[in-house]
C-alpha cells in the first residue's frame, strides 16, 4: 500500500481548486518563507502533507527495521559493557521508529496501514539496513559510518517545516550522537589496543559498509524526483549531494584518526572546491537494494512480519484491557 492509499479517504472526492483554497495556499507558502512551524491542525496543501506522510513513514520504518542487522550481536558482545551499549542503542532505535510512527499519525496516517506496507515489501525503508552483520566490527562501524551519515542527515530535519516532525528529531538527533560516539570509540579500542587480526576485522567492516553509507544520502540532485519541492516546502533543508559531501569530508578526517583506509583510491582532497573528491557511487547497486533485491532485504521483512504475528497476543491484551477500563469508566 503506498501513502497515496494511507491518505484520508476524502481527497479522491475534493473538488478542483477554489479560491478559497488558493487563500490558503497563500498564507500556507507565506508562513513556510517566514520560517513558522505548520501545525497538526493548521491547513496544509494535500501533497505537503502527503510528502511528509511519506518522508515520516519512511523514516520510522528505517528506524525500526535499523534495529535488526546490530539486534544480531546483543547476544555475542564481547563484554558487559559493550553489550550494556548496544541494548540501549537498539532500544533508542525502537523508540525512534515509536516517535516517528507518532508524527506520521497527526497527518491522518493510520499505523497499521503503515506497518501493513511495511510488511508488504510495498513502503521503502533506508537501503543500509539490507546488508549483512557478519563480525562484531560491523556493529562499530554501523555505529561510525551509518550513524554518523544518519546525524547528518537528521540535525536539518530539527529545522524541517513540520512541527511534530521536528521535535521528535531533537531528541532522536541527540541519542544518534551518542550511537555514533559509541561506535567510534568502540573501533578506536580495536584499532589502538586490539591484535592484528582486530584491526583487520575493523579494515573489513569499513570496506563493506563505507559505500553503502554513501549511498543512504539518496540519489544524486539531479534524479531525486522528491528534492525539489521538499526543500521549497522547508521539509529538506540540505540537498542529498551536499549531506553525502559533508558526510565524507568528515569522515575521511575520522578515518585518519582510526588509522583505517576508506576503500575508494580516488578520495583526495580538491584545493579549488575545498572538499574531498571521491569515486564513483554504483547507483545500480543502490537501486537494487531499495527495490528489494540487496542481500538481506527478505531476511529483513520476514524478521518484521514474524515479529508482527508474534505480538498478536500482546494486542489484543491491551485491547482487552482498554475494553475492561472503558466498561468500568462507564459503570
Ligand atoms: N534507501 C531507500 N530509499 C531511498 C534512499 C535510501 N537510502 N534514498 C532515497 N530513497 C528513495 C526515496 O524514499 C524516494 O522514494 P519514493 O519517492 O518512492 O518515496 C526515492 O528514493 C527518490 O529519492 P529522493 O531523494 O527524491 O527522496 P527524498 O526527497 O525523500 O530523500 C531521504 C530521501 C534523503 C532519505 C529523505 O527521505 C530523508 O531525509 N528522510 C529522513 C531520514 C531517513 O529516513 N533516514 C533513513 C535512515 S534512518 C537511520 O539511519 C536510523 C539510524 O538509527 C541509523
Known amino acids: 500500500m503506498d501513502t497515496d492509499t494511507m491518505a484520508r479517504d476524502d481527497t479522491a472526492r475534493k473538488p478542483a ?40 513513514s519512511q523514516h520510522a520504518h528505517s528506524e ?33 521508529g515509536l516517535y516517528l510512527y507518532c508524527a506520521a499519525e497527526t497527518l491522518d496516517a ?21 546488508y549483512p552483520t557478519l563480525t562484531w566490527a560491523d556493529v562499530g562501524t554501523i555505529g561510525w ?21 521536528a521535535r521528535a528529531m531533537i531528541r532522536i538527533c541527540r541519542e544518534e550522537s551518542f550511537h555514533q560516539r559509541q561506535g567510534f570509540d568502540s573501533l578506536l579500542v580495536m584499532m589502538q589496543q586490539g591484535t592484528q587480526a582486530q584491526k ?25 524526483p522528491n528534492s525539489a519541492q521538499s ?45 574531498y573528491d571521491f569515486g564513483r557511487i554504483d547507483w545500480d547497486e543502490f537501486w537494487r537494494v531499495v527495490n528489494g ?3 538481506c532485504n527478505r531476511e529483513r521483512l520476514a524478521a518484521c512480519v514474524n515479529a508482527w504475528d508474534d505480538g498478536a497476543w500482546v494486542r489484543e491484551a491491551a485491547l482487552a484491557h482498554e475494553r475492561k477500563q472503558q466498561v468500568q469508566e462507564a459503570a
Open 110 to 130: 493510520s499505523r497499521d496501514r503503515m506497518l501493513a506496507a511495511l510488511h508488504s515489501g510495498q513502503a521503502k525503508y533506508s537501503s543500509i539496513f539490507n
Open 293 to 295: 533485491n540487496g542481500p
Open 64 to 96: 525500526y527495521v535499523g534495529m535488526l542487522p546490530e539486534g544480531n550481536w546483543i547476544t555475542r558482545a564481547p563484554t558487559l559493557k559493550r553489550k550494556a551499549i548496544l541494548l540501549a542503542k537498539v532500544q533508542d532505535e525502537a523508540g525512534h
Open 231 to 275: 526543500m521549497r516546502w522547508g521539509i529538506k533543508r540540505i540537498s542529498n549531494d551536499e549531506l553525502r559531501q559533508k558526510f565524507i569530508d568528515a569522515a575521511v578526517e575520522q578515518a585518519k584518526v582510526l588509522g583505517v583506509t576508506l576503500p575508494d583510491p580516488e578520495l583526495k582532497w580538491n584545493e579549488e572546491r575545498q572538499h
Open 145 to 165: 559510518l551509518v550513524d554518523g551519515a544518519a546525524i547528518m542527515n537528521q540535525v536539518p530535519i530539527c529545522r524541517c517545516s513540520y512541527g511534530p516532525y
Open 200 to 224: 583487520a576485522m575493523v579494515q573489513d567492516a569499513v570496506n563493506r559498509w563505507w559505500w553503502p553509507s554513501v549511498m543512504m544520502f539518496g540519489p544524486p540532485d539531479d534524479q531525486s
Open 17 to 56: 481548486r477554489s479560491t478559497g483554497d488558493a487563500r490558503l495556499e497563500e498564507h500556507f507558502e507565506a508562513r513556510i518563507a517566514e520560517g513558522e512551524f505548520i501545525e497538526p491542525k493548521d491547513w496544509m496543501p494535500e501533497h505537503y502533507r502527503k510528502t511528509l506522510v511519506r518522508q515520516i
